[in-house]
Structure formats: structure tokens, C-alpha cells
């Protein structure tokens, strides 16, 4: 594995999933890209992203922003862009049944189709594809038990898979090739989930985009992980993973939310990103948080 300095890029996370109250785990948990005041504040955290001594950031254009604008917030500080992360619900955890073929099921996509738009605008030719995560009552895989593969489903996952499939597709048909994504609390968290994913939808289609720090969250062995799918690594997030604290929650699973951890990126090869994340998280203003 060969890395480069100029293809390792932040994801901003830090700055953007806070606490309500930083010195209580338990409150409720923020994400500021949701929040339409958050945009004046961007300029400012990818500042302090260049500030802190990286050269690229990963690609998050708010709903509130134009690809032009967000364009030039970017090129004012400076950094490059990496590729962007893009997530798909699964309709049942939302309540809903698509028709086959129906203008809702294309419609559900939409979102995809937006990401292909932001990567092929900045020049983008890979993304990172997770499902989304579902905190609906009673969702014990976010809500009680994260890492441990609860309430698994085998027809729930080939469901999963299969939006997952049909989301790479929109992308490939826009030229962007997607690399699955493993994130614990979705219901692609397990070692037995992620490769029930890419042995069911072709490599030709999906390519391997592991979160280091999750797969070892979930007690998965990375190195093994990466060496068995060398051949379809796209690209990876890394994190500053405690692993006694992942392992503690293992032993004694609790919600998503009550466990933090960091991420960063940068690059296999000349083709390929590695994006990390930092576990302490900051306020737009820069100081601390949790």
C-alpha cells in the first residue's frame, strides 16, 4: 500500500456530530449539516481543516448550498475535494412499500442521483455507499445493541442488498463507481453482512470502500478485510479507534449513540482515497467539545 500525502482528506465530522450538552453522553446527539445556520460556520471549519494541516476535505455539499457556491466556500480555503459519502434507506424501516417500477421507487433515489451530480461536478469518480441508518422505535441495532449484529434478518438484507445494488447502478450509469461501506447500526455491520453484500452484487458494480475503525468496532479483523478484497478496494476510512472501548461495548452492547470514534482519509494508490476521522469533536468556533 502506497500512500500520499495529497490524497489523504479530513471528514469534518468533528465539527458537526456534537452533543447538545458536551459533558453529557446521554443528550441529544446534533448534525449540523442539517442545520441550515450551519452554513455560515462552513467556511470557518474548513479553515480549521486546512489550518490543522490537511490539504483535502471530503465532499459534503448542504441542501442549502449550490454545487457554485459550495464550489467557491471550497477554493477560498484552499483544499481539495475527496470523494463524497452517499446512503440509502431501506423504505420498509420507514414505513413504506415501493412498487416495482412505480415513480416512488425511482424516486427514492433521487438522493444518489444528487450525489452522482456533486462527484461528476468536481471531478469525482468514486463514492463511498452505506445504507442508512434507521433510528425508528424499536430498532434495537441502534438503539440498544450496536456491533453485534442484532436482530439480524436474512430477507431484511437481501432487501438491503438490493437497494444497495439498484443505488450502484444510478451511480455506474453516471459514471461513478461506489465502494460499499460498512458502518455498525445499519444493517451492513457484521463480517457475515458485508460479504453477503459484495459476494450478491458484482464487483464490476460495487467495489470495497471499508471504514477501518468500524469493521474492528464490530470485532473484524481490517487487515484480513483489505487483504481478501485487495482486488475491489476503491477506497477507506480510518479512525482513531479505541479498541478496548470497542470491545467493551461488544461485551456489553449499548445505543449508537453512546459511542464516539474518528475518522480520516487517504490513498492506496495513485487512484485511490483514504478518509480519516478525529474522535474529539469541535465547535465551529474551534474549541473542544466531547
Known sequence: MKLRADRVALNPIQWVNLKADPSDPDSEDLWL???PAFRADYPGVLSQVRDAGFAAVMMEVLD??????????????????????????????????????SAEEVRWYDGIRRKAEESNYFGLDTVFLAPAMSWAPGTRRTLERTAVGADFDAARLDRVIDVLGTAAEVLAA??????LHNHVGTWIETEDEIERALAAIPASLLGASFDIGHLAWAGIDPVRMLE??????????????????AAASRA???????????????????????????????????????
Request: charged share 25%; glycine share 8%.
Open 228 to 245: 481478501r478484497h485487495a482486488d475491489r478496494l476503491v477506497d477507506i476510512h480510518v479512525k482513531d479507534l479505541d479498541l478496548t472501548v
Open 64 to 101: 442549502t448550498q449550490t454545487l457554485q457556491s459550495y464550489e467557491r466556500m471550497v477554493e477560498d480555503t484552499g483544499l481539495v475535494l475527496a470523494p463524497g459519502y452517499a446512503s440509502i434507506a431501506l423504505p420498509e424501516d420507514h414505513g413504506t412499500l415501493l412498487a416495482p417500477g
Open 33 to 35: 449539516f442539517a442545520d
Open 252 to 290: 456489553e452492547p449499548a445505543p449508537t449513540a453512546r459511542s464516539s470514534t474518528a475518522v480520516s482519509s487517504a490513498s492506496r494508490d495513485s487512484a485511490t482515497w483514504i478518509s480519516t476521522r478525529c474522535s474529539r469533536r469541535f465547535r465551529t468556533d474551534g474549541t473542544a467539545g466531547s
Open 174 to 179: 453516471e459514471g461513478v463507481r461506489a465502494g
